[in-house]
């Protein structure tokens, strides 16, 4: 693998994403997120394994804009939640417990990757968004139907119709991570949450996050809804022109989206 590494060592597994030049979730890592989930699948002694990115200043930007206008979408109606989803549904339901480690943004299917993982750590600088609705589109990740189910109906469509930002503090107090600490904290804070899960037994690791899910519900019918919703708006073509403003604005490049997110989106929605 070129885009993921990964080093198992006493029931942790660290894996680090690492593409370049722009950190963006693309058909390639695609395919080696599932090549690494194959490879978890096996381990049978895993308990924990922590997701980092190797850039500074992005876990990973979001889904790769110019390919989704590449793309040629279906006006058949699925029968089946997108590739997208099933990735993320692969990695929620891994039997060991899954960390996520964010300093920087992670917007888009970025957000909806880590909100797929069991945990998530923060650094201060850390900031996560769902632009979508910006773009003529709606988070087909998973994005939708998360984001529903923990913040309640009106905060979720606060969040999901502005496409704004929402920072550390605020994504500590609604309980989307786990704890915020200052950047040269962070690894530190994410290895001891590891290790000190690391240190219960396999089985029951699997067993308490089975039945957690069972408590909360099944999910299966709204994200299906939710992959209908996207293949709907994408055969509409009504994205075409909002992604078109959206790189022209300086979408999809370094500087802009570290600089001023919401300047590219706000100049993305302006006619």
Known sequence: MSLVRTEIVDGIAQVTIDVTPLPLLNVELFIELFGLLDR???????????????????????????????????????????????????????????????????????????????????STRAVVGQPEVALGLLPGGGGTVRWAKALGRARALELLLTGRDMDAEEALAVGWLQAVVPPHGLDDEADRLARRIARMPAASITEIKRVVDVALGPIEDAILAETQALARLMAAGQHVEPIRRFLAAGGQTRGPEVDDFQKIVDETTST
């Open 40 to 122: 978890l699948e096996g381990e049978a002694d895993l308990r924990v394994a922590v997701f980092r990115s190797a850039n500074p200043d992005f876990f990973l930007m979001h889904a790769d804009a110019q390919a989704l206008l590449q793309m040629q979408p279906s006006t058949e109606r699925p029968a089946e939640p997108n590739g997208g989803v099933a990735l993320f549904e692969r990695l929620r339901r891994l039997s060991c417990a899954t960390i996520g480690v964010l300093d920087g943004a992670a917007r888009g299917g970025a957000c909806e990757l880590l909100y797929a993982m069991d945990m998530r750590i923060g």
